[in-house]
């Protein structure tokens, strides 16, 4: 089996900083994604890739900008955090069908 | 564009019960259906799935589609404690190598003992 890894676990930015956040996966999907979570609601499509180099927005990607400069990973960058955002962010890597997690990065800007 | 809404939003059920959960799609040319189940602070996992009309049922948890009524449901039997979590419903409409699934905005499921 495989397991997809998201660093950091937990990440407190102030108003207007740019934000990072990494994911790994060594399933050796080509497709991979972020979404954003809020407070135990609904997945929210930011940005998908379907191969290296590939980016593909979603329906929540202003504000945000992605990367996939190889196989196995795919950042994420929040361009502008906005005060008092709080949400989790989830990559997912998927062949056809079933989509696969990791354990999420938890924003908190102050 | 697809849209996925889930019902009920949350959902109180007593150990043992049977427990129903809905989820409505926009697109008739959907072709892939699935439940994923997320425990507290932890990663959305993959449940169940099914592609055409009918049902499914893997051990105490069917899932059941109807594309002519643009619904599916998960069935929980003997409802236990540690099914306690947010259940997300998803679909993919098309047939490609990727799989691009739009996600229900989840219902919250408390067992209680």
């Known amino acids: 089996g495989g397991i997809i890894t998201q660093t950091p676990k937990f990440l407190i930015g102030q108003e207007g900083q740019k934000l990072t956040l990494k994911c790994q996966q060594n399933f050796n999907h080509d497709t991979m994604y972020w979404y954003r979570q809020d407070s135990g609601k609904g997945l929210r499509l930011i940005y998908y890739s379907i191969t290296e180099n590939d980016l593909q927005k979603g329906d929540l990607s202003e504000g945000y900008d992605a990367s996939r400069e190889k196989k196995s990973s795919f950042s994420l960058t929040v361009t502008s955090a906005q005060k008092n955002e709080m949400a989790v962010f989830l990559c997912a890597s998927s062949i056809w069908g079933e989509q696969y997690f990791g354990p999420g990065t938890r924003l908190t800007v102050l | 564009q697809q849209k996925v809404q889930q019902s009920p939003e949350s959902l109180i059920v007593p150990e043992g019960a049977m427990t129903s959960l809905n989820c409505t799609f926009s697109d008739s040319a959907s072709q892939y259906f699935a439940w994923y189940r997320q425990h507290s602070g932890k990663a959305p996992k993959a449940l169940m799935s099914i592609f055409s009309n009918g049902e499914k049922e893997e051990g105490r948890f069917t899932i059941h589609l109807n594309k002519a009524s643009l619904h599916f449901s998960l069935h929980i039997r003997d409802s236990q404690p540690s099914d306690s979590a947010l259940y997300l419903c998803?679909?993919?409409?098309?047939?490609?190598?990727?799989?691009?699934?739009?996600f229900g905005q989840g219902t919250s499921l408390s067992v209680v003992p």
């Open positions: 998803a679909v993919i409409r098309e047939s490609s190598s990727f799989s691009k699934l739009v």
